[in-house]
């Protein structure tokens, strides 16, 4: 087969390995690895990591394919639905199974370990199927993993956020302090909490990120150490 065919048959492809160009060309895996060595070697295909590879360079194609399963989220997911201003460097996978970060190109491949693999769907992104977690999702896991409350506070207003949903998914992750955080910053932002309760006594910080001094909101059973009530811009 012509090198130009079967780079056409390839873009198809967000990533492949050395078994996908095998069902291609009905060749040798040893005439595969030197035709792999050669492509990349020439510029024509991207190696990802050992293994595979790609034609593309916009990492989102592929990122949700390196680690099954897994999704894109975080910041990446808060972008992707306009929830957030800010445009992040890195793309971050959020995958039940442990994995090293990875450098293509300019981009870093963040992948994040969790065991709450739930809330993400398959989303159709520059004609390839992808997978992302749900806007709820994609603020839940940003709680849980701690990123700067400045930019919850941004993506609590969008427009298309379902608060049951929201509420719900915080509820599954049974994460006591993330519910009570949750829970205080939609009362103050909302006027609901959305079925949402302090479920212990134990008092924790709102802000994860700031200093333990600030006034104790008895119901929520937190540290006011910001004001959440208004919206906050980093």
């Not at 379902?162 to 006027?191: H, P, Q, V």
């Not at 600030?214 to 540290?223: F, H, N, Q, R, V």
Request: aromatic share 14%; glycine share 4%.
């Amino acid at each position: 087969m012509k090198t130009i065919n079967l780079l056409k048959k390839l873009e198809r492809y967000p990533l492949f390995t050395e078994n996908d160009i095998a069902k291609i060309v009905n060749k040798s895996h040893k005439y595969i690895r030197t035709l792999l060595y050669r492509l990349h070697k020439q510029g024509l295909i991207n190696r990802i990591e050992k293994g595979k590879y790609t034609l593309h360079h916009d990492a989102m194609i592929f990122a949700s394919y390196l680690a099954t399963p897994s999704y894109l989220g975080v910041w990446t997911a808060l972008r992707y639905y306009n929830m957030i201003r800010q445009q992040p460097f890195s793309v971050f996978v959020v995958s039940c199974i442990p994995k090293k970060s990875i450098k293509f190109y300019n981009t870093n491949i963040i992948f994040i370990y969790t065991k709450r693999l739930f809330g993400y769907k398959k989303e159709r992104y520059n004609d390839f199927d992808i997978f992302i977690s749900e806007r709820e999702k994609a603020l839940v896991d940003s709680l849980l993993f701690k990123i700067p409350l400045s930019y919850i506070s941004q993506a609590l207003d969008n427009g298309e956020i379902d608060f049951k949903k929201l509420s719900e998914y915080a509820i599954k992750t049974k994460n006591k302090s993330l519910i009570k955080r949750l829970g205080y910053m939609l009362e103050s932002r909302k006027g609901s909490s959305f079925g949402l309760k302090a479920m212990d006594g134990n008092y924790v910080k709102l802000d994860y990120l700031g200093n333990s001094k600030g006034k104790k909101d008895t119901k929520w059973k937190l540290i006011i150490n910001m004001n959440f009530a208004q919206r906050i811009l980093p």
